[in-house]
Nanobody, 125 residues
Framework: VQLQASGGGLVQPGGSLRLSCTAS????????IGWFRQAPGKERDGVVC????????YYDPSVVGRFTMSRDNAKNTVYLHMDTLKPEDTAVYYC???????????????????WGQGTQVTVSS
């Protein structure tokens, strides 16, 4: 079982990036998925997550209207489309399998079955 995350980089404020998380060894469809991020000196926080049926999808208020998560079941890949990036979005981004998904938040820690290796996103001019 492996999660391969990619797509991070350096981007100017107002720019866009698309992160990818491809799974091998299991099928991503019908599984709770999410993206978390960790800025230097801060805890890892949920950015967006969705339950297995996608009936519940949570976006952190700081990214609403700017970030969109999507699945491509044919490619067994989850994407995080990030637009209008801000310096405060700078962090290491992690994809997660089976986080706890609630209408009021995403929760990781011991509940997460697998983490991707993390990809650095830096928003700076």
């Amino acid at each position: 079982v492996q999660l391969q995350a990619s797509g991070g980089g350096l981007v100017q404020p107002g720019g866009s990036l698309r992160l990818s998380c491809t799974a091998s060894g299991f099928i991503l469809s019908h599984i709770a998925i999410g993206w978390f991020r960790q800025a230097p000196g801060k805890e890892r926080d949920g950015v967006v997550c969705s339950n297995g049926s996608d009936s519940i999808t949570y976006y952190d208020p700081s990214v609403v209207g700017r970030f969109t998560m999507s699945r491509d079941n044919a490619k067994n890949t989850v994407y995080l489309h990030m637009d209008t990036l801000k310096p405060e979005d700078t962090a290491v981004y992690y994809c997660a399998i089976d986080p706890v998904v609630r209408s009021y938040g995403c929760f990781g820690g011991s509940e997460v079955a697998y983490w991707g290796q993390g990809t650095q996103v830096t928003v700076s001019s």
